[in-house]
């Protein structure tokens, strides 16, 4: 069987993580990069890329790549890709997004508008056509520019992966489901620990949580642009990829049965809040693995020893809140020393996190969006009475 390149783009940082997801997949890594990681794949890899993948953003397949410094390279370089070995005669092709870097060619409007004659130049000649009437399948392409080198793909995802489905509502300063997912994995819980975000928003992290625990694929329920294209992934690949995932979800989990219960909960100071909680978490299909509470931080307790606090706390976005900061996050170190040997891991940009948490075990700097992060992570420590 034909096998492609196909890119995963993920947040920049955490390219080990998807790097793990991909291998357990089956696939071989062919090259791992800022912010994103390649692997050889056939057609069913981009069916089971899509449905599977938590941590990836989108999956892209390869085309080619070329470089290029002025617009007739462009041109030229695009017109020798072998496009009509990925678009059919009717097919609906253009440059969804291009970026550039450190290139010559800067302009995302005049590359998408150049590419886009090359493509129909290319095609034109291969199909004997003077124009496209473009009714059929939507084959939208992304390019991007570093240091003069282009790489040409095909968006086989659409809507970026981070669209479970689940989330029509958010708070303030939401975390994406793709980073939560990612950070779960990257703290190693497992779904036989207690774990709380005492500051849970519209509760993405333990909604990613609880569909891991119950081996929930994250794209089982939603549609792809390459479920379009019969002439590259053939329709079987989709139907089997999805009863895949139904014989991996955990019914005993679901179900909540004897010995198979999970201990995840959300807390927030916020009642408006937790009715949008709920109803995300019951579309993604665990509402009823997950205990929503209105609660302040202060009075976050567990009688439980040994579990994990994960959480995206505010970090102030706006300067008045920003006064509040201090105190908060002394209040998030005082409730974990108050658990009994449990683990914290959080994900800010607030500089003086530390200067009120403590010195991290670890702190990886994660990119969210434009937007650089830490993620801080906290080991086990004894519990400490309250004075």
Not at 14 to 24: C, H, P, Q, R
Not at 155 to 160: F, N, R
Not at 204 to 233: C, K, Q, Y
Not at 307 to 318: A, D, F, M
Request: aromatic share 10%; hydrophobic share 35%; proline share 4%.
């Amino acid at each position: 069987m034909k096998t492609y390149e196909l890119m995963a783009p993920c947040h920049f940082g955490l390219e080990s993580v998807t790097k793990k997801e991909i291998y357990e997949l089956g696939y071989e890594i062919s090259d791992v990069r800022d912010g994103r990681v390649s692997f050889i794949g056939d057609a069913e890899a981009i069916a089971r890329a899509n449905i599977f993948i938590r941590s990836a953003e989108r999956i892209l397949l390869k085309v080619g790549e070329f470089r290029a410094e002025s617009y007739e390279e462009l041109f030229q370089g695009t017109r020798a890709l072998p496009l009509e070995e990925f678009i059919p005669e009717d097919g609906s092709f253009w440059v969804t997004k291009a970026s550039s870097i450190n290139s010559k060619l800067y302009s995302p409007r005049d590359i998408q508008s150049v590419m886009k004659k090359a493509m129909v130049d290319r095609l034109g000649r291969i199909y004997h056509r003077s124009w496209f009437e473009e009714h059929g399948a939507k084959y939208p392409f992304r390019v991007s520019l570093y240091k003069d080198q282009l790489t040409v793909a095909l968006d086989t995802s659409g809507e970026s992966l981070h669209k479970r489905g689940y989330r029509l509502k958010a708070g303030k300063a939401p975390i994406t489901e793709t980073l939560a997912a990612s950070l779960l994995l990257l703290s190693g819980w497992r779904a036989e620990l207690p774990l709380i975000d005492p500051m849970c928003g519209s509760g993405t992290f333990l909604i990613e949580a609880a569909m891991l625990a119950a081996g929930i694929s994250p794209g089982a329920d939603r549609a792809f642009t390459a479920e379009g294209w019969s002439n590259l992934v053939p329709r079987k690949h989709w139907n089997e990829a999805v009863t895949e995932a139904n014989e991996q979800i955990d019914r005993g989990i679901l179900a909540g049965g004897a010995g198979r219960a999970l201990d995840i909960q959300g807390y927030d100071i916020d009642p408006a809040m937790l009715p949008v909680c709920r109803e995300n978490a019951e579309r993604a299909g665990v509402g009823k693995l997950i205990h929503f509470q209105l609660r302040e931080l202060a009075k976050l307790s567990h009688s439980g020893r040994g579990g994990y606090l994960i959480t995206n706390p505010p970090y102030g976005e706006r300067i008045e809140d920003r006064r509040n900061l201090p105190l908060l996050y002394t209040e998030l170190r005082e409730a974990w020393e108050g658990l009994d040997h449990w683990k914290l891991y959080l994900i800010t940009a607030y500089e003086d996190a530390q200067r009120y948490l403590g010195r991290a075990d670890k702190n990886r700097k994660i990119y969210n969006g434009m937007m650089k992060t830490y993620f801080y992570s906290y080991g086990i420590r004894p519990r400490q009475e309250k004075k």
